[in-house]
């Protein structure tokens, strides 16, 4: 407390109160933490409730030297020269920062460019890139929303689309998985004179895809927008022009598209796609796209040719999803429609166990637990790349199977 480690505490809530912080004890809003020793018992504090709640420790450790089944590289454009090169171009032309918003003076020509190659990619009318997947859907589902607009959503979509559907103080309704049913009776029973049914075309973890054309009619029958993140779909789904081109729907003038640019494009940053208005609408109100840095030109520039390849080279979606057909296979399960293959096992300990030995033995998979996935299976979530090496493939996908089997 600042009275145990002699500071005066001259100004602040806790001062002002003359409360002293007492190790270890609840700290109410608004209090002033002033010593190391306070911030401790903070911390421990965050930690015990995390610990009660019985959420996963991550780790933020290397993986450089071990064979990746866990990124979302899913077609290895992330270390091809061609987007190196074209970051290297952009930067030395715009600088390494945008400088400012995209709505002061931070839209370059690889901004511009981008959206034009991922219109083109996935047949959509306008495109407007963010500095991430996660901004792009914090700001459309914020930029939709509002307490007249009813947001039904999968219970297995992605963090940043509950955290935009909260932001949006918008009504909300979680379906179970799949379940266009629920997703039928929300629309139905609605009383809001909005709504937007939010879904994944291939899930993150899961790696099962969405229904979509069941789901767009409907959401044109029952007057909804139908928002779907493409964030695994694009570059896999469709020759890589995603789930949404694939399912006929790229004209389908109720369907929004979002996208990050940090999986099979191999850069970083996002996008909304859709109709001409949505663009102007969110250039206006997404507060993600106004109140943010824009997207680094390199990233932009580094996407828009990751775009550009998989546009010309379809043959590095067909042997992505040759690879995941091996992993698929050599593990004894269905292949999914996508890069990520999921394997469900019996108990977070043994998820757990088994993603650390994989580790151990020199192979990275991702470990989804409870409370991660909301239907309380644990995972192992293994991901192609077309440009896993044939041997490597075969040595990490046996190991993994080895691995399953004998647990
Ligand atoms: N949506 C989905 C489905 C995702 O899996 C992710 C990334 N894990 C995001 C959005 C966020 O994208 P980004 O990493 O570009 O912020």
Request: charge should be negative; include cysteine; glycine fraction near 10%.
């Amino acid at each position: 407390t600042p009275a145990e480690s002699g500071m005066a505490a001259e100004s602040g809530a806790a001062a002002e109160s003359g409360t002293a912080i007492q190790s270890g004890a609840a700290i109410q809003p608004g209090t002033v933490i002033e010593s190391g020793t306070a911030m401790e018992s903070w911390l421990a504090s965050r930690v015990a409730v995390r610990e009660q709640r019985g959420i996963i420790r991550h780790d933020a450790q290397r993986n450089e030297s071990m064979i990746d089944l866990a990124s979302n590289d899913y077609l290895g454009l992330a270390g091809d020269q061609r987007l190196a090169v074209a970051a290297a171009e952009a930067t030395t032309i715009y600088g390494t920062g945008a400088r400012a918003s995209r709505v002061v003076c931070g839209t370059t020509q690889a901004h511009l460019e981008l959206e034009r190659e991922l219109c083109s990619l996935t047949g959509q009318e306008t495109a407007l890139a963010f500095s991430s997947g996660y901004a792009a859907n914090l700001g459309v589902i914020t930029a939709l929303g509002g307490p007249g607009t009813l947001m039904i959503y999968d219970a297995h979509v992605h963090a940043s689309i509950h955290d935009g559907i909260r932001l949006s103080r918008s009504p909300a309704i979680s379906v179970a998985h799949g379940d266009l049913e629920a997703i039928r009776c929300a629309l139905a029973q609605r009383t809001q004179p909005r709504a937007v049914v939010v879904l994944e075309s291939i899930y993150s973890v899961l790696g099962d895809a969405a229904d979509l054309v069941t789901a767009a009619a409907l959401c044109a029958e029952m007057d909804a927008l139908l928002l779907v993140d493409e964030a695994h779909g694009i570059g896999v789904a469709g020759n890589g022009r995603g789930a949404v081109h694939a399912a006929g729907l790229a004209e389908a003038g109720h369907v929004i598209l979002t996208l990050t640019l940090s999986k099979a494009l191999g850069s970083q940053g996002g996008a909304v796609l859709g109709p001409a208005l949505l663009r102007e609408h969110l250039v206006n109100t997404a507060r993600t796209f106004i109140f943010d840095t824009a997207l680094a030109p390199a990233c932009a520039a580094a996407a828009a040719q990751g775009a550009r390849i998989i546009m010309t080279e379809p043959q590095l979606v067909t042997r992505m999803h040759h690879n995941a057909a091996t992993i698929a296979a050599r593990c004894g399960i269905q292949k999914a429609p996508g890069a990520v293959q999921s394997i469900p096992v019996a108990s977070s300990a043994s998820a757990a166990a088994l993603s650390a030995g994989l580790r151990e033995a020199g192979v990275a998979v991702g470990c989804f637990r409870p409370p991660s996935v909301p239907d309380g299976v644990s995972r192992l979530r293994l991901t192609a790349r077309a440009n896993l090496k044939s041997e490597e493939l075969e040595q990490a996908a046996s190991l993994v199977a080895a691995a399953v089997r004998a647990l």
